[in-house]
């Protein structure tokens, strides 16, 4: 089992262009999670889906998209850059949501100068 | 809203010795509350959740403890070693999860 994967691990960005975060999970999991991580605190939520089909807003969802395109995918799009974005964006999945344990995918180290 | 405080932010101890990381949260209504490791550019590892009924939990020379009154948790590392050098976060479990910023730990041989 891979666990959870991210695509791609780094990625340079111009101010206003757009990409695409993948993450992808083999464990069967009903529920999936993305986290910004910047220095000096900690992980926080951008998106989550607690089911497929469905997609909900965290701590910090301003200049984000999400698709849960199957139980096993889920992608996170930045439609126009910032540097605000600069970070390293982490992807995790757990059987259900609430109180059940997160893994976590390797991450993604994203610039946008 | 929940915060989640982990002091010290740094910690350097000599190998062999024993320590405490320290979380601290504000609310004390979560389900559970988890401890993990992150090495330099790599993701978040699972080293132990406690549930909000459990008192403390252990795996190896790890041992986490969890005082929902006080809104205190404490993961003990005994006998450490080199190899334990990383950054260790907790996070609590309420509707969503909530991480403290870390403690980057450095035991020197």
């Known amino acids: 089992n891979a666990g959870v994967t991210q695509t791609p691990k780094f990625q340079v960005l111009k101010t206003g262009q757009s990409m695409t975060l993948q993450c992808a999970q083999d464990?069967?999991?009903?529920?999936m999670y993305w986290y910004r991580q910047d220095p000096g605190m900690g992980l926080r939520l951008i998106y989550y889906s607690a089911s497929e089909g469905t997609t909900d807003k965290g701590e910090v969802p301003n200049g984000y998209n999400v698709s849960r395109l199957n139980k096993r995918e889920f992608s996170l799009r930045l439609e126009s850059a910032a540097p605000s974005q600069t970070s390293v964006y982490f992807c995790?999945?757990?059987?259900?949501?609430?109180?059940?344990?997160?893994?976590f995918g390797p991450g993604t180290r994203l610039t946008v100068t | 809203k929940q915060e989640v405080t982990q002091i010290p932010a740094a910690l350097s101890v000599p190998e062999g010795e024993n320590l405490v990381l320290n979380c601290s949260f504000t609310?004390?209504?979560?389900?559970?509350l988890q401890w993990f490791r992150q090495d330099p550019g790599k993701g978040l590892t699972s080293l132990l959740l406690i549930q909000s009924s459990q008192r403390e939990q252990t795996s190896g020379r790890l041992n986490a403890s969890l005082d929902k009154s006080s809104g205190r948790s404490t993961l003990y590392i005994a006998a450490s070693q080199p190899g334990d050098s990383a950054t260790y976060l907790c996070a609590v479990v309420e509707s969503d999860m909530r991480f403290g910023a870390g403690t980057r730990l450095t035991v020197k041989p």
């Open positions: 995790a999945s757990s059987s259900n949501p609430g109180p059940y344990e997160q893994y």
């Open positions: 464990m069967n999991h009903n529920s």
């Open positions: 609310d004390s209504a979560i389900y559970n």
